[in-house]
């Protein structure tokens, strides 16, 4: 299975655990009653059309690539092209959310699918002229280069996206930029719990030109010096815990106690880079526990019921399972870890005021973006570790072939899906108690694009027509273009 497809697929298995988990579809509620601590086969579910497509068919091939794409694997735009307005086939009387063009009446706007069924009024481009200056008008079917869009878009639909360059012709190498090297090159980088596409001038300082120059699983992204090898996600696993804005994490120190020994990997031999990649994430699970204990206590500041107490009661107890799973990972890799002190689980909560719209805030970020973001990373790795030659890619070492790691993966998925499912019960609830101070809250967010296929349509469902009409615009319309990058480069 390609990655592209992988993608797709995690994408689609993870959002029906989520509505299962919320009993949206009846067809999964089986699956959900019975807890599953262990799911050893994510490759015996069929990667076919859900329910839910519109067409019942997977989408046509894709028609053409615009970008350049050179044989070290950098893609560069030699010219502008120019899109298709034709309405999205995927989006009619079958789809939820937007149904047709008519339906989107801010200008500049068109229905278009940001999923399998679900559609929604969102910008749309015929040519750059069309957008904002430090803006292109994309319409490639480079699957990169979509990356901004939630999907590929088959039919050559365009978006405005932000970039750095319009075309090779910007990056040519003159007196102010006598390091420019003649093309406006694609990239992409990590924005948290979300990936964002950008075009940036290409400069002969760059260390990188693409991700094949990039070893041990890096990626070429923007940095300080330009075009530079870097760890590809700094998404959390699991739910961080934020202090400031900033997630936390426990100091982990070199020895194996406690936290590693509940578990064995028996399959799993010393790896330096699957070591430190299972310590990090170990780390991420230690914190999380901390982050449900926090919002167990908030959830009761605010006189939550008992079913979402005990149902985040043993969410935390999952990730505790996680971690220990994970620091068992990291001892059988050779890499023992054991977390110190974590004195930021005892950070001081919010005043009264604003409580309730700061769990809201945590809920959504953490919750329904960065658990379903996590199910769906945990899920891409199940399946690449799945379809990983023999023996293991040597740049990749936590691709390695075996069934316990894809088992672990997988296991951990659908628990990070079922947090995500609890964290839309949470703010349903939220919403229902406190609706002056969590619907703004809802209604202003940032869906990013990697899960808005998954989460806008839940959030629109949970605010509700009524709400929608005393707030504006519907959330799917507000979030989803709100994932912008300030020019990377001038
Ligand atoms: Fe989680
Ligand atoms: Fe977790």
Redesign the pocket.
């Given at each position: 299975m390609i990655p592209s497809s992988r993608r797709a697929a995690s994408v689609r298995l993870v959002q029906s655990w989520i509505l299962s988990a919320l009993g949206v579809s009846a067809c999964h509620a089986a699956e959900t009653a019975a807890p599953t601590t262990k799911v050893p086969e994510p490759f015996a579910v069929q990667i076919a059309p859900t329910a839910t497509s519109v067409h019942g068919t997977e989408p046509p091939p894709r028609k053409k690539v615009l970008l350049a794409l050179e044989a070290d694997g950098r893609r560069h735009r030699p010219e502008a092209e120019s899109c298709s307005d034709s309405p999205d086939p995927r989006c009619g009387p079958q789809s939820t959310g937007c149904h047709s063009d008519a339906e989107c009446t801010a200008p500049g706007t068109a229905c278009r699918a940001l999923g399998e069924s679900y559609c929604a009024c969102t910008s749309t481009c015929a040519a750059d002229s069309d957008c904002g200056a430090n803006q292109i008008c994309n319409c490639s079917t480079d699957e990169r280069a979509a990356f901004h869009y939630g999907s590929v878009d088959q039919e050559g639909r365009g978006a405005c996206m932000n970039a750095g360059c319009h075309t090779d012709a910007d990056c040519a190498p003159g007196p102010a930029n006598p390091h420019f090297t003649g093309e406006c090159l694609l990239v992409v980088r990590d924005v948290g719990c979300s990936t964002s596409a950008t075009f940036v001038c290409g400069s002969d300082k760059d260390s990188c030109k693409s991700d094949r120059d990039c070893t041990g699983g890096m990626k070429c992204m923007p940095g300080a010096n330009g075009l530079e090898c870097e760890e590809e996600s700094q998404c959390m696993?699991?739910?961080p815990l934020y202090v400031d804005e900033v997630p936390q994490t426990a100091d982990l120190r070199s020895i194996s106690g406690s936290w590693s020994r509940q578990y064995t990997f028996l399959s799993v031999s010393p790896d330096e880079s699957l070591g430190a990649a299972a310590a990090r994430a170990a780390a991420e699970?230690h914190a999380?526990i901390g982050a449900?204990a926090r919002t167990i206590v908030e959830l009761i500041a605010l006189g939550a019921p008992p079913d979402l107490l005990r149902e985040t009661q043993e969410?935390l107890a999952?990730?505790i399972r996680?971690a220990e799973l994970a620091f068992a990972l990291a001892r059988a890799a050779g890499s023992p870890r054991e977390p110190g002190l974590f004195l930021a689980a005892t950070a001081r909560f919010s005043s009264p005021d604003t409580l309730a719209a700061d769990l809201a805030r945590s809920v959504l970020r953490g919750?329904c973006f960065?658990?379903t973001e996590?199910a769906i990373r945990l899920l891409e790795r199940a399946f690449a570790v799945k379809s990983a030659p023999s023996p293991a890619s040597p740049t990749d070492a936590s691709e390695a072939p075996t069934e316990e790691l894809s088992a672990f993966y997988t296991d951990l998925s659908r628990?990070?899906a079922?947090?995500?499912a609890l964290a839309f019960r949470t703010l349903g609830w939220l919403l229902k108690a406190f609706p002056r101070e969590v619907v703004p809250v809802v209604v202003d967010v940032t869906i990013p694009a990697s899960v808005a296929s998954i989460v806008a349509p839940i959030l629109a469902g949970l605010l509700g027509d009524s709400v929608h009409a005393a707030e504006g615009a519907p959330v799917a319309e507000t979030g989803k273009e709100k994932i912008a990058d300030a020019p990377l480069r001038a």
């Amino acid at each position: 299975m390609i990655p592209s497809s992988r993608r797709a697929a995690s994408v689609r298995l993870v959002q029906s655990w989520i509505l299962s988990a919320l009993g949206v579809s009846a067809c999964h509620a089986a699956e959900t009653a019975a807890p599953t601590t262990k799911v050893p086969e994510p490759f015996a579910v069929q990667i076919a059309p859900t329910a839910t497509s519109v067409h019942g068919t997977e989408p046509p091939p894709r028609k053409k690539v615009l970008l350049a794409l050179e044989a070290d694997g950098r893609r560069h735009r030699p010219e502008a092209e120019s899109c298709s307005d034709s309405p999205d086939p995927r989006c009619g009387p079958q789809s939820t959310g937007c149904h047709s063009d008519a339906e989107c009446t801010a200008p500049g706007t068109a229905c278009r699918a940001l999923g399998e069924s679900y559609c929604a009024c969102t910008s749309t481009c015929a040519a750059d002229s069309d957008c904002g200056a430090n803006q292109i008008c994309n319409c490639s079917t480079d699957e990169r280069a979509a990356f901004h869009y939630g999907s590929v878009d088959q039919e050559g639909r365009g978006a405005c996206m932000n970039a750095g360059c319009h075309t090779d012709a910007d990056c040519a190498p003159g007196p102010a930029n006598p390091h420019f090297t003649g093309e406006c090159l694609l990239v992409v980088r990590d924005v948290g719990c979300s990936t964002s596409a950008t075009f940036v001038c290409g400069s002969d300082k760059d260390s990188c030109k693409s991700d094949r120059d990039c070893t041990g699983g890096m990626k070429c992204m923007p940095g300080a010096n330009g075009l530079e090898c870097e760890e590809e996600s700094q998404c959390m696993e699991g739910r961080p815990l934020y202090v400031d804005e900033v997630p936390q994490t426990a100091d982990l120190r070199s020895i194996s106690g406690s936290w590693s020994r509940q578990y064995t990997f028996l399959s799993v031999s010393p790896d330096e880079s699957l070591g430190a990649a299972a310590a990090r994430a170990a780390a991420e699970e230690h914190a999380s526990i901390g982050a449900f204990a926090r919002t167990i206590v908030e959830l009761i500041a605010l006189g939550a019921p008992p079913d979402l107490l005990r149902e985040t009661q043993e969410a935390l107890a999952d990730e505790i399972r996680h971690a220990e799973l994970a620091f068992a990972l990291a001892r059988a890799a050779g890499s023992p870890r054991e977390p110190g002190l974590f004195l930021a689980a005892t950070a001081r909560f919010s005043s009264p005021d604003t409580l309730a719209a700061d769990l809201a805030r945590s809920v959504l970020r953490g919750g329904c973006f960065g658990e379903t973001e996590a199910a769906i990373r945990l899920l891409e790795r199940a399946f690449a570790v799945k379809s990983a030659p023999s023996p293991a890619s040597p740049t990749d070492a936590s691709e390695a072939p075996t069934e316990e790691l894809s088992a672990f993966y997988t296991d951990l998925s659908r628990d990070e899906a079922r947090h995500a499912a609890l964290a839309f019960r949470t703010l349903g609830w939220l919403l229902k108690a406190f609706p002056r101070e969590v619907v703004p809250v809802v209604v202003d967010v940032t869906i990013p694009a990697s899960v808005a296929s998954i989460v806008a349509p839940i959030l629109a469902g949970l605010l509700g027509d009524s709400v929608h009409a005393a707030e504006g615009a519907p959330v799917a319309e507000t979030g989803k273009e709100k994932i912008a990058d300030a020019p990377l480069r001038a």
